[in-house]
Structure formats: C-alpha cells, structure tokens
C-alpha cells in the first residue's frame, strides 16, 4: 500500500537534500528535476513534450531523451497528442526524432484482442527494457489488425506533419513498406489535407500508393511453401487461383542509391527506383519450369484472361510513378524477346509473368483458334507498348485471322507503333515472317508508311542534316526486313529502296541483331586490358544517368564499359535513360550491353569458384 507525501514534507525533504548535498549537488539536482515533473501531472508532460521535442535531436543529449520518453510513456498519450496537435509544423518535434521515437518502442503500443474489447488491463512497460527494444513495425505494418494505444496513434497524427520530406518516406519503406490503416486513415481525412505541408503532385501520388488498400494487398506474405509443390495442377480451379495469387505483380519501392551524388535529380521520382515483383519472391523458379516443361503447362491455356489483367495491373503500378506510359514502358530493353531466344536469357521477374502469358496464348490458339484472336484483339486494344508486341508476336503465330487488325496496328496514329522503341523487335520480326503473306494492297499501305519514315516530332531536337540520316537509315533497315522477307515490294518503293541502298549501303546482319532495341553479344572479344584513368571514372560514376546521356560523347563507351563491370545497376539505369531520350548513338548500346554481359559472366565466374573451393 503505497502513502501520500505532503507538500510540506517535501519542501523539508529538498532542503535537507541541499544541506547534505556534498560533491553530489548533480544527483540532488537532477532528483529535485524530476520530483517538480512528477508533481506536475499530465500538464507537465505535456509541457516538457513540447519544450523537448522541439529542440534538434542531438544523439548525445541522453538526458533530454529520458526526459521527453517519460513524458510520452503517459498511458494516456496527452503528451504525445500534444505532439500532433500543434498549429505549424514549427511547433512540433522535426522528423530527426522519428528513429528515436520507434526505437523505444512508442510505435509498437497496440491493444491485444482481449485488452481492446475490455479496455481495462493495460500493459506494463519496463522502462529499462524499452531502452533497449528495436522498433516491431506496428506503425509500419499495414497488414496487422492491432488498434493503437493512444501514444502510438498520436505520433502517427504527429508524422503527417512530415509528409512532405524524405526521410519518412525512407522510414517507412525500410520498416515494413506498408503504414499501419490507422496512418492511412488519417492521411486520407479531408480536414487534415488543409493543416499538413503542401504536397506536390508526385508526393500525393507516393502517398496514394502507400496508404492504399491495393498496395498494402500486394505486399501481403504468402504461402513459402507453395513454391515447392510438386502436384500443382492448375486444370484445377483451386490450384488455378492460388498459384495466379502467386504470380501477381508487385511493386517495389527503394531509396535510389544516386541521392548522394550531387546535381542528382529534385524530383520525388527520382529519389527512388520502382520495381514489380511477382508477389511470392520463392516462385520464379517454379515459372521457368512451367513454361520450359510442357507436361506442367495443362490448364494454362485457361488463364489467358486473368494472366493478361495481371500483367497490365503491373504496368498501371508502373504508370502511377511515371516508369509507363501510352509512348513507352521500357520493355523493349527489359523484355528483349516476346517469343523464346537466347537474348531473354537475364529478365527480371516480371518479364517471367509476361513469357507465362505467352505460353498460355500458344496453348489457347492450338486448342481454340477463335477464343486466342480474341485474346489478341483485347492485346490490341491496350494503350501500353507491352500489349502491342503482345498482340504482333499473336498476330504472327495466328495467321491471316489478324492480317488486317496488324496493319491498322503498324500504320495508326502516324505509325507510331511501327517506328516505336519499345515495339522494335516484334514489328521487325513480323516484317520478315508475315507480311509475304499480306495480299498486295495491304502491303502497299505499309510500304507508304515505311517510305514516310518515322514522325519527325520524336526528333524535333536533332539537326535537318542528322535527322535525314537517320530518317533513311532507318528506311532501309525496315524494307531490308520485308525483302530478308521475300515480300514483292511495289515498284515506286522499290526504286526508292534501291536509290537508298545506293546512297547508304547496308547489309543486315546474319545473327538478326539488328532486330533487338540492344543486343548482347556473350563471345565478344573486348579488350579489358586497357582500362580508363580511375579518375575519370570516378566522375562519371557520380553523376546521374540523366547526365550521362544528356552529355553522352561516343569516346565514353569505354567509360560505361567499366560502369558496367563495377556498378551494373548504374549502367542499367544508364541505359534505361538512354531509352527514354531516344538516344540513337550505336556505341553507346553496344558497350553498355557488352559491359553488362561481362559483369555477369565475371559474377557467374565467382560463383563457380567459390562453390569448387566449398
């Protein structure tokens, strides 16, 4: 039974304590701090909150840090709610205090099922302990149920005070990547829109996706153990909707390595790079081994519809960050091949659910050849460039069936399709296999298209002189299909094919090379031995992707060469930027491509040794 001091006694119990203090006038001090504290209640909590909170956090400040988590450890939460209701962002603690306030512990403060229905135990908390503990990710796990106690639940009011920086963006993404549906919640409160920092539109865009429902779904864990089925039959509707529950597209999420390196891009975007997933990360294996093996594929051609949804969720995840889009979606470097070949050889996994798609269709059109036109059809009529080397790999394999659908293809819209980036390898492809089979007036309408070349707008930076150079390279490349084709040209075009030849001879390559947007050669001979001066490399490596391409000179290459063997993700983003300011320079993708090729066998290499010295 604990006992009552009077405010007399106390003020004795002081004065004694200052008599007496000795060499230990701190302690005594320090005591007396915490005795006017304690004496104070809950306004003195919230009082020193306030006072604390909103100094800078300094690591080495351990007593202020005691101070401020006595005050918010009030079961109550009123300091802590203090915190969030403040009048400016000024008022209240800056988010530097955000790695303090998970590690000890006050966003893990949830009601248990029993303590929320009842609402009268209340937890114990050793104070000693929580010191110590790591943060649990409640705050930062969308994918609990777990109600928060009022301190937690304040503090989430307190970070949307910080929506705007990126170092909650960070927090979140490092901590779980899915805000509890409180923070959500209160994200998505109308009067809260009008007391939070202005967003810009890239960061309410971030913020829609990390506080939806369709994000947090995405990023539910499932089943490890139904990657190593060796049953499935996907014949079976059960076995059907769980392994498609599987293979859905996800996006990923990460702070962009290239912050550091100064001039680096302001956009919110461009501090991050996004990526999908399939959302059972153990399941790639299990799609290679559907789609190489035959005898495991029976019932896919059942899933053509469900398969095609996914994959165009993914690119509508990618379009929310600008990483997709009705001109390109960057597959034509990602995805190198629709149809098999050795050049897909390194795609990432959702360049897996696309080739899952594919033979779905290959399954549909050999059991019900008018149910897989449709399927093409729907491919079509999707605005993404991914859905049209899609349908053109369809159109090729079907026949005459879509020999009209692929013309309106190819020469709508100015023939966008036709001279797009993106669509490079299928439109190439299907020039040589299928249009010799085009009856004459269609192949004159594509031949009008080719002779006009490509829209002189996707170029209106390049000089006349450069831009009819390239406008008739890229002719005599695309006729030089229809003739490897043995398509009968009509004489008008012919003559100006011939006068082209003549004026800018040109020999396709026999390895078909000149059909892929980039092409990896494996049995390259390069010459490694001569490395660039370090120096130089250095400064290249530093600056942004956008720089290199926007300042790209041809006697780089042996610069990004070596990017590519010490740093293959930068040369990666390298030459995805190079794909999105249409950069034509041709050693420009040839040594990237090499490098990248070089860095993985180096890294197979590795591989290979460390397992025989094991």
Known sequence: MGFKRSNTDTILCRRKLRRNRGSHYRLYDTLN?????????????????????????????????????WALRDEDGKAAEALASVETRDQTASVDWLQFFAKNGLLDQVYSPEEFQLLTARRQRDAAKGLEQSYLGSVTNGRGTSHLKPVSASLVKWMQWHLDTVELVDWILENGAVPHPGFSWEYGRPQNKVLRPALSPEQKRLWGILTSDAYAQTQLPTNHWFDLREN????????????????????????????????????????????LKLRNPEIDFQVDQIVATPARQHGLENLCEQLSQLVLTGLEWLSLVDKASSENDLTGYSIPSISPHSQNQFVDEFGQLVFLLRTAFDRRLASDVDSAVSIAVYWAQQKYPLFKRLFLYAANKSGSSLDRWALNVLIEDDAKW??????????????????????????????????????????????NREWRELRDHMIIMYLSKLEQG???????VADRFSALKHKCPYTPPADQSDEFLVFSEPSRDLD???????????????????????QWTSDQSR????LAESDPKGALETLEEGIEQNLEDEEFWSEGISGLTHAIELAILSSDEGSENG
């Open 559 to 562: 610069i990004l060469r070596e």
């Open 418 to 463: 036709l001279w797009a980036l993106d669509t490079t390898h299928e439109v190439k492809v299907y020039l040589r296999e299928r249009v010799k089979h085009w009856q004459n007036k269609e192949v004159s309408r594509l031949c009008r298209a080719i002779i006009k070349g490509p829209n002189r707008k996707q170029y209106r930076h390049m000089p």
């Open 528 to 550: 490694w031995g001569t490395r660039t001066e370090q120096s130089k490399l250095i400064e290249f490596a530093q600056i942004t992707p956008a720089k290199r391409v926007q």
């Open 232 to 275: 499935l039959d996907l014949r079976n509707p059960s076995d059907a909707l769980e392994f498609l529950s599987h293979v859905a597209p996800k996006l990923i999420i990460r702070p962009s390595t290239y912050r550091k390196f100064e001039e680096h891009t302001e956009s919110l975007f461009g501090q991050f790079t996004f990526e």
């Open 486 to 492: 043995n398509v009968t040209l009509p004489p008008a």
């Open 33 to 69: 701090a915490w005795a006017d504290l304690a004496s104070g209640g809950q306004n003195a909590r919230v009082t020193l909150a306030l006072n604390e909170a909103t100094k800078p956090f300094l690591s080495e400040d351990t007593f202020g840090q005691e101070r401020l988590l």
